[in-house]
């Protein structure tokens, strides 16, 4: 079975600090896919950012990184000069390679950045 | 280019009833998946149509039922509604990422606003 865990359910941040959120998994596949995506309030999910598996270089995407450890199933989300536009609800998902599109996801963490 | 359309947004329903969601992906994508979500359980995965066939179904009763049509829209419907079916359900939708090589890449979700259901 595949499980996704975020065991912080809340954090704050000041503007302008750095924050990182955490995110466990358990497979026993080896080919998947990990992702963050963003729920603002009363918004729509999007994407914030991806990472391959089979890739040992962590992701980046601006002032979004994550920190990949795959023998240890952790799969983290560093934002870094946090902007009031951040605060949001984020989860964690992956998806097994060549399976299709069933995600699973976690249950989310909610960040707020504080002026 | 025109996002993910899900109708109704908002729909209150009794106990009993039934309901039907619509979900219009981006023009393109062939694959539309659904998931319920409700608070502190998160997402949970309802079931993906790709090419108007149902791909993948998640643990979820057979009271609930999709289809996807040859435009790739795709509806979902759950019968005899109970309480707990309360959620926000949201619609994705994706296109084939292939990477260079045939070697396939992640495939990118697309998110809708959802539809609000309380089940009164």
Known sequence: AQTVTQSQPEMSVQEAETVTLSCTYDTSENNYYLFWYKQPPSRQMILVIRQEAYKQQNATENRFSVNFQKAAKSFSLKISDSQLGDTAMYFCAFVVSNTGNQFYFGTGTSLTVIP | ?120
Request: proline share 4%; with cysteine; glycine share 12%.
């Open chain 2, 1 to 120: 280019k025109a996002g993910v359309t899900q109708t109704p947004r908002y729909l209150i329903k009794t106990r009993g009833q039934q309901v039907t969601l619509s979900c219009s992906p981006i023009s393109g994508h062939r694959s539309v998946s659904w998931y319920q979500q409700t608070p502190g359980q998160g997402l949970q995965f309802l079931f993906e149509y790709f090419s108007e066939t149902q791909r993948n179904k998640g643990n979820f009763p057979g009271r609930f039922s999709g289809r996807q049509f040859s435009n790739s829209r795709s509806e979902m419907n759950v019968s005899t509604l109970e309480l707990g079916d309360s959620a926000l359900y949201l619609c994705a939708s994706s296109s084939i990422d292939v990477l260079a090589g045939g070697r396939p890449g992640a495939n990118v979700l697309t998110f809708g606003a959802g539809s609000r259901l309380t089940v009164l």
